[in-house]
């Protein structure tokens, strides 16, 4: 999605899922930003640094910018509901589709619908069971 992610993810034992998700967003936030900086064909850089350097100045935990916002959605699938599971992962791979970036949830090029629907995506997946 242009704006925003989704993703199902699970941790590992010994591992915090909240840990995991604030170290993916402060990773992220850093190469998206600098890969924004570097950029100097992006008609946008400087309009986009100035949002993200203004969100950081309104967010005392964050030293210069702020790209992800604060608050995330998580909903626990697994194991105690696996239709709840199966109903949010098809709203995942349904999401580009109700947005209108793509006929079929597999023509979306960053979705594990294409895996679902036996193509590779870009990443490694695990099926949900």
Same mark, same amino acid.
């Given at each position: 999605?242009s704006n925003?992610?989704h993703?199902i993810?699970?941790?590992?034992?010994?591992?915090?899922?909240?840990?995991?998700v604030?170290?993916?967003?402060?990773?992220?936030?850093?190469?998206?930003?600098?890969?924004?900086?570097?950029n100097?064909q992006?008609?946008?850089?400087?309009?986009? =640094?100035?949002?993200?350097?203004?969100? *950081? +100045? #309104?967010?005392?935990?964050n030293? %210069?910018?702020?790209?992800?916002q604060?608050?995330?959605?998580?909903?626990?699938l =697994?194991?105690?509901?696996?239709a709840? *599971? +199966? #109903?949010?992962?098809?709203?995942? %791979?349904?999401?580009?589709?109700?947005?209108?970036?793509?006929?079929?949830?597999?023509?979306?090029?960053?979705?594990s619908a294409?895996?679902?629907a036996?193509?590779?995506g870009?990443?490694?997946?695990?099926?949900?069971?």
């Open positions: 999605m925003h992610v993703f993810a699970a941790a590992q034992e010994g591992f915090v899922l909240q840990d995991i604030r170290d993916m967003k402060k990773f992220t936030s850093k190469k998206i930003v600098a890969a924004i900086a570097e100097t992006e008609s946008r850089r400087e309009w986009m =640094l100035s949002m993200f350097s203004n969100a *950081g +100045k #309104q967010n005392s935990n030293e %210069h910018f702020q790209f992800w604060q608050d995330n959605q998580p909903k626990e =697994l194991p105690y509901n696996a709840f *599971g +199966k #109903q949010k992962l098809e709203y995942i %791979h349904n999401n580009p589709v109700a947005a209108g970036l793509v006929d079929k949830p597999e023509d979306y090029l960053y979705s294409r895996d679902y036996g193509l590779k870009l990443l490694d997946i695990e099926f949900l069971t």
